[in-house]
């Protein structure tokens, strides 16, 4: 699997993020969309620099770059300054993500503890564990993805 490079234009510079102590999964709450189609929305109807999450799954398994990883995400405030932000395309109270989505967020994230040894057992939480919040949703498969994790 590789990472898709998307070359976003955000328009303000964007922080670095000094500390880093888990991962937030989130979903769209929409269809298949890109991290170009989040990238506008958060343009246009958040006032943000553009995408605030760091990392797009599509429902193919593509897995999109957002925001750099090493910046500070725009996602959940009480954990922006300290986390990496994966988002999911889809509405995970009404269907599940893909077996492709699943297979890709794993590899994503050992991807992501790999590339950092210090993060080799960087938790992973929903964006419901840090706000007040349904997201990632309700049918979002944590025993499945926690499995996966542990396999070697």
């Given at each position: 699997m590789q990472i898709?490079?998307?070359?976003?234009?955000?328009?303000?510079?964007?922080a670095r993020r000094r500390t880093t102590k888990r991962i937030v999964l989130h979903h769209t709450v929409s269809g298949d969309v890109s991290a170009a189609t989040v990238h506008g929305?958060?343009?246009?109807?958040?006032?943000w620099g553009g995408i605030g999450y760091h990392?797009?799954?599509r429902t193919n398994g593509d897995i999109e770059r957002g925001r750099p990883e090493n910046t500070r995400g725009v996602h959940a405030p009480t954990a922006n300054a300290d986390s990496i932000a994966i988002v999911l395309a889809g509405n995970f109270s009404q269907?599940?993500?893909t077996l492709r989505q699943i297979v890709a967020?794993?590899?994503?994230?050992?991807d992501i503890r790999g590339r950092h040894p210090h993060w080799e057992d960087l938790p992973v939480v929903g964006h419901k564990d840090v706000g007040a919040t349904e997201c990632p949703g309700t049918l979002f498969p944590w025993d499945t993805l926690q499995g996966r994790l542990r396999e070697a």
């Amino acid at each position: 699997m590789q990472i898709i490079e998307t070359s976003l234009i955000f328009n303000r510079p964007l922080a670095r993020r000094r500390t880093t102590k888990r991962i937030v999964l989130h979903h769209t709450v929409s269809g298949d969309v890109s991290a170009a189609t989040v990238h506008g929305w958060h343009l246009r109807n958040r006032g943000w620099g553009g995408i605030g999450y760091h990392y797009l799954v599509r429902t193919n398994g593509d897995i999109e770059r957002g925001r750099p990883e090493n910046t500070r995400g725009v996602h959940a405030p009480t954990a922006n300054a300290d986390s990496i932000a994966i988002v999911l395309a889809g509405n995970f109270s009404q269907t599940r993500p893909t077996l492709r989505q699943i297979v890709a967020l794993t590899w994503l994230i050992r991807d992501i503890r790999g590339r950092h040894p210090h993060w080799e057992d960087l938790p992973v939480v929903g964006h419901k564990d840090v706000g007040a919040t349904e997201c990632p949703g309700t049918l979002f498969p944590w025993d499945t993805l926690q499995g996966r994790l542990r396999e070697a």
